[in-house]
């Protein structure tokens, strides 16, 4: 039987996370379910938010579900060390990109899709009324590398001082001292281009997709955005049923609002892919429908988008959308090639939100506190007992 590492992490993350295995259970999925220790209790406890514990369960059954962790920046975080633990060389690390960089987790796939009748759709003036068009696109973002790899510098090593000005741009900097200098470097390398490129591909073919975009900069970036575009021109020939695209993701971001719903999926280096994801789940109903993937050789891992949202962790009862977190565990049955039930608990997410009679907070536009109930809007516990009934 398959075992699932449950990781509920902090805030929210501890409030949807059983919602989403109550929905597992009731669709009939059998598994095995293990907890994990992760996030901001551990940090505090042992100097470490991501322990070993729970990196040797990911190892061993291969397959994680995360709700959310609370990230603080370093100095903040090291206040807030158990007395006994400080000022003993303990550093803050994001565990979730942690766990991408430790397990390589290459891909991450943001599926952004409208649900009909969700009040939150995106809107568009047309004629004399209005239109709502479909949004169905799945960004692929390259999880690993790019911007965010993390190779970067305030007042740059000499080494690497000397190798950057071996590049005739580099002389505009050459009168800046080197503690008024911050680098962050774009590095990709080719061979995790071709794997997001191909995957990109490979599930368009799956799932009918008639395109692919390289949302990248390639006029500008002309090293990195270029391989990219280089490598999916070279790739794209293999799928002669699919049409490859590239656009610029200053473009596109401007387009979002134009056309979003011609565009089927979506291939990105790191922050492009965090920047295109996140405008995209903005037109299909923002963060309490936002799920995501983090998809390596050996290891999975899958999570909503949104983070632990402090301010609502005390609320009871709780007030936010679980879905994005259940939608999240679908693409998790989608992974163990359990397809039909992952598409029976989005037919019964369906049914709910179109009906329209139970809805969270965010649905109904509302600023979050204790009395949204007397606004009219449901539980988080009240919103899966209905998609439940609806399974
Ligand atoms: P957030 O995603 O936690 O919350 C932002 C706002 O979005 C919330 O205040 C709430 O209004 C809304 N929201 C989020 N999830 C919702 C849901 N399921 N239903 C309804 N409304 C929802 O982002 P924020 O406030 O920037 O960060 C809070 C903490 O979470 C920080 O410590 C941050 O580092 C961490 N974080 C963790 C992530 C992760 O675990 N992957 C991702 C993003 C942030
Ligand atoms: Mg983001």
């Given at each position: 039987m398959?075992?699932?590492?449950?990781?509920?992490?902090?805030?929210?993350?501890?409030t949807v996370l059983p919602e989403a295995?109550?929905?597992?259970?009731?669709?009939?999925f059998k598994a095995d379910y293990v907890h994990a220790d992760i996030g901001w209790d551990f940090w505090c406890k042992e100097g470490n938010a991501l322990p070993q514990r729970t990196i040797d369960l990911l190892e061993k059954h291969k397959i994680g579900l995360f709700g959310a962790i609370t990230s603080k920046p370093k100095d903040a975080a090291a206040?807030?060390?158990e007395p006994s633990l400080r000022d003993k060389g303990f550093v803050y690390f994001s565990p979730i990109v942690g766990l991408r960089q430790l397990f390589n987790l290459d891909l991450c796939i943001r599926p952004c899709k409208s649900f009909k009748g969700n009040p939150l759709n995106f809107i568009r003036r047309s004629g004399n009324g209005f239109e709502e068009p479909m949004v169905d696109t799945v960004i692929f973002r390259q999880n690993t590398e790019g911007l965010y790899a993390g190779v970067e510098w305030t007042n740059p090593p000499k080494q690497v001082r000397d190798a950057l000005e071996t590049h005739p741009k580099m002389k505009a900097f050459k009168e800046v001292p080197g503690e008024d200098l911050a680098?962050?470097?774009r590095i990709m390398s080719r061979n995790a281009c071709r794997r997001i490129i191909r995957e990109a591909f490979e599930y368009a073919k799956k799932f009918g997709y008639s395109n692919v975009t390289v949302c990248e900069k390639p006029n500008v970036l002309r090293e990195t955005s270029g391989m990219m575009l280089k490598e999916a021109k070279l790739i794209a020939r293999e799928y002669p049923g699919i049409q490859l695209w590239d656009t610029n993701i200053d473009a596109q971001m401007m387009w979002l609002t134009k056309n979003p719903e011609i565009y089927g999926?979506?291939?990105?280096?790191?922050m492009f892919g965090d920047i295109i994801s996140d405008g995209f789940a903005g037109l299909i109903g923002g963060l309490g429908f936002a799920c995501s993937a983090n998809i390596g050789e050996n290891v999975s891992i899958f999570e909503p988008t949104h983070g632990s949202a402090p301010k609502y962790?005390?609320?009871?009862?709780?007030?936010?959308n679980p879905i994005a977190m259940i939608l999240s565990a679908c693409m998790m049955l989608d992974h163990l090639g359990e397809n039909t039930r992952a598409d029976k608990i989005r037919t019964a997410i369906a049914k709910v939100v179109e009906d329209g009679k139970v809805k969270t907070y965010d649905m109904m536009k509302l600023k979050g506190g204790p009395d949204v109930f007397a606004k009219g809007a449901c539980t988080t516990q009240e919103m899966t007992d209905e998609i439940i009934k609806n399974l």
């Open positions: 398959t075992t699932i590492v449950t990781m509920p992490g902090d805030g929210i993350g501890k295995v109550k929905v597992l259970k009731a669709s009939g206040k807030e060390l680098v962050s470097t999926v979506i291939v990105a280096e790191n962790q005390e609320l009871n009862p709780s007030i936010v």
